[in-house]
């Protein structure tokens, strides 16, 4: 979690409902749907509030999709993104470049894998982080999480040391589709040592939604959450490798966001 979605993607979701079903589902049915943990993709997210809010007959996708894309970047989202006019304009970081640095410096190799557009993770991670080339994997690039086949290639490839061996990893997300990504991927490979970091997202952090943070930070426990963080920035490299050390290697261990 690197960025606020609150009033881009998440407000996308909204107003893409409106569009067609003339009414707004307000955050708190967002986070619901999300803690089903299915419901990753944005795109289906929203079909799903429609079908549910008895819409018949439901959008094509290909007109859910337009729509939602033309709220969201405002603009072609393969042209540059300075004529971009969307909601993607209005995203606050919730991290700067100096976290990547103080994980390169501790030796902690990272890396993303997003449900998000590839144009919207290129604009974050490069234009406005300033990062080179990040390892990344974005919607279209892997199976929809929680399939776990995004994290586990990237990851992969992040842990492997040149002795063949592999390193233990962890994965940081912000719902429940993330930390059940992890949860699959210790299915498949049990060999792996995995952890899942979760934290919960930005707009239920004021003192008014204590209440509804906890209860999401409760579900996010009870998917298979590891660790519960207050924000991505507040992880420390340090902090990582002590969680991570009772895994039988001395080398600093690589981190996949």
Request: aromatic share 8%.
């Amino acid at each position: 979690m690197i960025r606020d979605v609150s009033g881009s993607y998440r407000r996308a979701i909204a107003e893409t409902v409106h569009h067609f079903g003339g009414w707004r589902p307000e955050p708190r049915q967002i986070d619901a749907l999300k803690a089903e943990g299915q419901w990753n993709n944005d795109w289906q997210a929203s079909l799903e509030l429609l079908r549910r809010g008895g819409l018949q007959p439901l959008p094509a996708m290909a007109a859910l999709v337009e729509v939602f894309s033309q709220l969201y970047f405002g603009g072609d989202p393969d042209a540059d993104a300075s004529g971009w006019r969307g909601f993607i304009r209005s995203e606050p970081l919730l991290v700067e470049h100096g976290f990547f640095e103080a994980l390169t410096q501790a030796g902690i190799a990272w890396g993303f894998v997003s449900g998000a557009e590839p144009p919207s993770c290129r604009y974050v991670l490069q234009q406005r982080l300033g990062l080179v080339d990040p390892p990344l994997i974005a919607m279209g690039e892997a199976a929809e999480k929680p399939d776990p086949s995004g994290f586990l290639r990237l990851g992969l490839t992040l842990a492997s040391t040149p002795e063949g061996g592999l390193l233990p990893l962890a994965y940081l997300g912000d719902t429940v589709a993330d930390v059940h990504t992890v949860v699959a991927a210790r299915r498949q490979r049990p060999d792996l040592q995995l952890l899942s970091l979760a934290v919960a997202p930005p707009h239920l952090h004021p003192a008014e939604q204590a209440s509804a943070r906890e209860n999401y930070e409760q579900g996010l426990r009870s998917a298979g959450a590891d660790r519960i963080l207050p924000s991505t920035a507040s992880l420390e490299p340090g902090q990582l490798l002590n969680w991570l050390q009772a895994a039988p290697l001395s080398a600093p261990s690589p981190l996949a966001i």
